[in-house]
T-cell receptor, first 112, second 113 residues
Framework: GDSVTQMEGPVTLSEEAFLTINCTYTATGYPSLFWYVQYPGEGLQLLLKATKADDKGSNKGFEATYRKETTSFHLEKGSVQVSDSAVYFCARLNTGGFKTIFGAGTRLFVKA | NAGVTQTPKFQVLKTGQSMTLQCAQDMNHNSMYWYRQDPGMGLRLIYYSASEGTTDKGEVPNGYNVSRLNKREFSLRLESAAPSQTSVYFC????????????FGPGTRLTVL
């Protein structure tokens, strides 16, 4: 069935380091792809999204590019801050569907 | 603008007790969802309501029932709670198209003893 796989955490980085969190999805149809972020004690909120191949989503210095050929949607940020410490979820939403499939989440810790 | 609200924030139940989790959204969204979040398993869809008047099972519906009371409100009921239902429950809503962002409530942390 449809699935999303993302790298296991936790990921621990120093402030200003480069961040990559890998995400791959099963290639059923042409889903929309999302990154959501969850700060401690809160619900998920959208970080960025891309709705078709080669689209790049970006927000708050984070970027991810929809790569159909490698079925990937890796999250990157050039210089992380302590305030970026959170859990990041990759997700897909199928065309014509209502069910969003989430990855297991990757916890990021950023040290000052 | 409150977005998606959930009550209660925390709840402790004994095995066999029942309870209803309440969810409301003020964004005039068509679709609403209930998820549970367990460590290492991401979010799993329990039930969803694509539009007012409809509900459908998600990935893990056993032990739960839902009611789409009106366009704003979508409740989740545990008829006979079990320790396996200890989890954090999130309600979400979306406009309903297939490119749509979901908007999440703050969650309910439920412990079943």
């Amino acid at each position: 069935g449809d699935s999303v796989t993302q790298m296991e955490g936790p990921v621990t980085l120093s402030e200003e380091a480069f961040l990559t969190i890998n995400c791959t999805y099963t290639a059923t149809g042409y889903p929309s792809l999302f990154w959501y972020v969850q700060y401690p004690g809160e619900g998920l909120q959208l970080l960025l999204k891309a709705t078709k191949a080669d689209d790049k989503g970006s927000n708050k210095g984070f970027e991810a590019t929809y790569r159909k050929e490698t079925t990937s949607f890796h999250l990157e940020k050039g210089s992380v801050q302590v305030s970026d410490s959170a859990v990041y979820f990759c997700a897909r939403l199928n065309t014509g569907g209502f069910k969003t499939i989430f990855g297991a989440g990757t916890r990021l810790f950023v040290k000052a | 603008n409150a977005g998606v609200t959930q009550t209660p924030k925390f709840q402790v139940l004994k095995t066999g007790q029942s309870m209803t989790l309440q969810c409301a959204q003020d964004m005039n969204h068509n679709s609403m969802y209930w998820y549970r979040q367990d460590p290492g398993m991401g979010l799993r869809l329990i039930y969803y309501s694509a539009s007012e008047g409809t509900t459908d099972k998600g990935e893990v519906p056993n032990g739960y029932n839902v009611s789409r009371l009106n366009k704003r409100e979508f409740s989740l009921r545990l008829e006979s709670a079990a320790p396996s239902q200890t989890s954090v429950y999130f309600c979400a809503s979306s406009a309903g198209s297939d490119t749509d962002t979901q908007y999440f409530g703050p969650g309910t942390r439920l412990t079943v003893l």
